[in-house]
């Protein structure tokens, strides 16, 4: 059976998504530019009220992924103290020619040890996604999500299952990017893929919708 993590704005939305029988939880705040690093006091306040794994993002801000010297120490700053109440890491660097900066993914990758890694959506905005996952195998990464380009998972379906057959079991790709349960089962059949990633939002929600977790869980079953 594929699992399914939700990408959580808030903490409400980690609780629904533990209640309502999701698989992974990753924890962000920022949902208008797609998720940065949450509060240390959300991880406090859910690792007494959630049962599921926790992976946490680590982004300093929206926008590009090419990150400044201050950046990048703050993200190093904001894993160390996270570690503590995490169960992975989310996290993404390119290079100024959208390649993946190897060199700082590995850095954070050894700091989150041994914790497992998420090489997060950045990865859609490399220039060549079949060479971005042989550089993130390289840093040691254990999963990408990734939408399998700049649209939709549902629009490359193809490309992820291209994907699926390159990792080989190296790495897991994980479809996310406009996942709900209209689509999840044609993603399955085409990526054959085991891990599965939504934000469970509905019409502009901010938080969770139990249905639509309850319903993606049921077809994936």
Not at 102 to 129: M, Y
Not at 132 to 149: K, Q, Y
């Amino acid at each position: 059976m594929a699992l399914l993590e939700i990408a959580c704005f808030n903490p409400d939305s980690a609780v629904i998504a533990d209640e309502a029988g999701a698989d992974r939880i990753e924890l962000c705040d920022n949902a208008d530019v797609g998720g940065t690093t949450p509060p240390s006091s959300w991880l406090v306040t859910l690792r007494d009220k959630v049962r599921i794994p926790i992976y946490v993002m680590v982004r300093p801000r929206g926008g590009d992924f090419v990150y400044s010297p201050e950046e990048f120490q703050e993200m190093k700053d904001a894993l160390g103290n996270l570690k503590t109440f995490a169960d992975g890491f989310v996290f993404g660097i390119l290079n100024h020619d959208r390649t993946v900066d190897v060199a700082r993914t590995s850095e954070l990758v050894k700091l989150a040890a041994p914790l497992p890694c998420t090489f997060h959506r950045a990865f859609d905005e490399t220039t060549d996604l079949f060479q971005a996952l042989e550089d993130v195998v390289g840093c040691n990464i254990r999963t990408i999500l990734t939408s399998g380009g700049i649209s939709s998972a549902i629009e490359n379906c193809d490309v992820l299952a291209q994907l699926v057959k390159q990792a080989d079991g190296r790495v897991i790709v994980v479809p996310g990017g406009g996942v709900r349960s209209t689509n999840i089962e044609q993603l399955k059949l085409v990526t054959d893929v085991l891990v599965f990633h939504s934000s469970a939002l509905i019409e502009a929600q901010d938080i969770a919708n139990v249905a639509e977790i309850r319903q993606m869980k049921k077809i994936l079953q």
